[in-house]
């Protein structure tokens, strides 16, 4: 018994080492025509610590190629007819969005490959096979090689991750336009969807598009605030026919180019709303806010005045939001808050009965 052992054991070791050789230089242009090696894993199956040790040469390998794979698509070199996408850096939005979808089609082409070459058919599994007289059947494990793929494959593409992080941190850091980080914010939300749905959420790729959107979300929000701080530094007094101020005009016009790019994003609406939520927060009411500030400088029924002039803007710019967006909390906020000033408004009309107010209020 102990001499088949160690027969046993050495058989698999013989199987391991050949594998590690294998897999050094295993092609995945043509995965499904590795059946020798199919047949290996299925073997070391029955050996946990020496399919992870293949498992993580083979990583180990991928990576090495597919990092070099990025570098080419980035430089242009290797394929003549291939058009560099560092030749886009010049524009933010298309180089993010350019490098996001080769690491989205190589995490396709890695799942695709793994799939073929761990996922045996029923002919080629090792219990299924009939035994010679005297042969030692391998007995079947519970570790099933399909559960390796995912992880693999996002293990695979940990080398090229570390090179579209630096870029694209390099990207965000250098930009201050909000209307172009929104636009960054949602292309990288969509493919951290997407991520997800193809090789789940406790992974390194998705941590790694979530933290770039964070990082994203963060510079926006300073932007945005940084915009309103240069405002509050000098905020010319109300005119004297009450209209909104310009700085009002101003975040409105910003407000509307952020809320176009909703139209072109394939996020979900669930995030649409929180999204929307965040810029409304930071891009339309500490305007509002300033304007409650100015009209308190008024006497009545002036204030009121000014500050259904300011609502009257906002509420313009809610009506060209989409409707999943204008449904939430907050745009629904500022929407009562009109409504209710412009009824306090009619109501001083009617009890003070001013010409000019009545005709404004008609």
Known sequence: MDQMTRNLNSAYQRVYLWLQRELKFLSFETPTGNHRVRRALEVLTNRPALLQSC????????????????TDALTGRGEADMKPIDVMAHDPIRYTGDMMAWLHSALVGELEALQAIFELSGSERLDDMPSASGVITIAPTDLDLRDHVRPLADKSLENALSAFRLRTEHVISSHEEPTLLYGLLNILTFYRETFKKLVGAD????????????????QLQSCLRDLFRSVQQDIPKPTPDLSPPLFLHDAMGRFRSLVKSFEASLISDSYKSRAFDMIYSEAMKPYIQGCETLSKDLPSPQCHIFMVNCLEVSKVTNDFAPITISKSPLTCKFRILYVCQAMVLKIICILLKTPLIATFCQ
């Open 55 to 70: 498992l993580d040469t083979l990583a180990e390998s991928r990576q090495r190629t597919l990092n070099e794979s990025f």
């Open 203 to 218: 992974t390194l790729l998705v941590a790694t598009t979530d933290s770039l959107a964070s990082t994203t979300t963060r």
